[in-house]
């Protein structure tokens, strides 16, 4: 049974920081390829960043520069650091992970989501 946790959102002020975790288990951790995606009300769920099992990691052209994507297979936890957050990236952030297709921003190409975590940017 695969189940994603994500925690470490909240509420900040535009400019500032915050480290999104996502608790995988169950998952074949370290030949996965795991992603962060956001959605908000009304609009299609769009990708954030994803590492892939070789360590590559791919971002959004909105997130470049500002966020960072990481994993600590020992943790079994994949995180996403934001810095200079705006008002634009307050959205529900999901984890997800097993991916098996072609667009990595795709989210049908995933297999197990998180229930998501909260983050308002003002």
């Known amino acids: 049974h695969v189940q994603l946790v994500e925690s470490g959102g909240g509420s900040v002020q535009a400019g500032g920081s915050l480290r999104l975790s996502c608790a995988a288990s169950g998952l074949r951790f370290s030949s996965s390829c795991m992603a962060w995606f956001r959605q908000t009300p009304g609009k299609e769920r769009e990708g954030v960043a994803a590492l892939d099992s070789d360590g590559s990691a791919t971002y959004v052209d909105s997130a470049k520069g500002r966020f960072t994507i990481s994993l600590d297979n020992t943790k079994k936890a994949v995180y996403l650091q934001m810095n200079s957050l705006k008002p634009d990236d307050t959205a529900m952030y999901f984890c997800?992970?097993?991916?098996?297709?072609?667009?990595?921003?795709?989210?049908?190409?995933?297999?197990?989501w998180g229930q998501g975590t909260q983050v308002t940017v003002s």
């Open positions: 997800a992970a097993d991916f098996r297709g072609d667009s990595w921003s795709r989210p049908s190409n995933y297999r197990y």
